[in-house]
């Protein structure tokens, strides 16, 4: 089964066309600034990519026809249940009317998806978008009830991991539970009881020290800093979302570089990268707290999971909690793709959004 995955995001949109798990092939399509500027709304973009994937799809000799089904990336929708959902009208309504969370680039995945896979009568999905919301009831309270705690997670890469991890360990997702740390620009670490994402940290919320986002804040001094009249609120929520973190104590983004310069005695470098690790490793043991110990497994994946000397910090304090099972990366459009072929092969039921 050939199956056509949709990744929008900001300046691009990736894409590819898989023939069952083998990825036949990829492309990132760019968007410049000028390209945009035409669309006052973010949804107003849909045509213009679609026709753009059509192209592609043309110019590698891909007719829809030959496709089993689309799959867009999923939004910050409304809270869902995990899972692969058929596109309907109510979904591309909610996303058209601003009936979402954020708005953000991948609330299209659906919309362009749709719009290729109708005409063809062909079944369109998202999987486990970013709004997935599985949480105990205890896991929303915060210490304002003004502000209780929201699931927004790479979720996406999280439960591909965790079904990965399912068939490594031959327990089935539905028994399955684990601590998963996606570690990438930004960090989610989830807690899993019976393959349900039942807590998370919103990365851009708290958390670890990331190489974009700042993480878990004093609140007080946070208060302060943002009543200073130096920044306004905009400018507040960047540096919190992407100009925190790592980038704000070294000017950089990158941790192979920041490992690097670690290794050649760079000070600072050294205390930042042994930093990340640390506060990651204190969120990974807050998470296996939160399963009561009961988990099978400690996953750690994203890019970060590639960088060998930030991986041996974070081991060095997480070792004893458990059985680590280490899955560096992350495939996006593989994820979507198995996601839809899990329903397509009716190993899990399509869910309906409402």
Known sequence: MKVLAINPGASSTKIGVFEDEQELWTESIRHTPEELAPFQKLTEQTDYRRALVEKALAAH?????DLAAIVGRGGA????AGGTYRVNLSMLEDVDAGNVQADHASNLGCL???ALAEPAGLPAYIVDPVSVDEFDDV???SGLPDLPRRALSHALNIRAMAHRASKELGIPMEKLSLVVAHLGTGISIAALRDGRIVDVNNANDGGPIAPQRAGSLPIT???KLAMSGKYDAGQI????TKKGGMLAHLGTDNVTEVSQRAAAGDAKADLVLRAMAYTAAKEIGAYAAALGGKYDAIVITGG???VKPFVELLMGRISFLGKVLHYPGEDELAALVGGTLRVLRNEEAEKVYQ
């Open 139 to 141: 896991s929303r309270v």
């Open 221 to 223: 001094g946070l208060a």
């Open 304 to 306: 970060m999971a590639h």
């Open 237 to 240: 929520k960047d540096l919190l």
């Open 77 to 80: 929708f409304k809270p869902l």
């Open 61 to 65: 000799s891909i007719a829809i026809g």
């Open 112 to 114: 362009i998806a749709y």
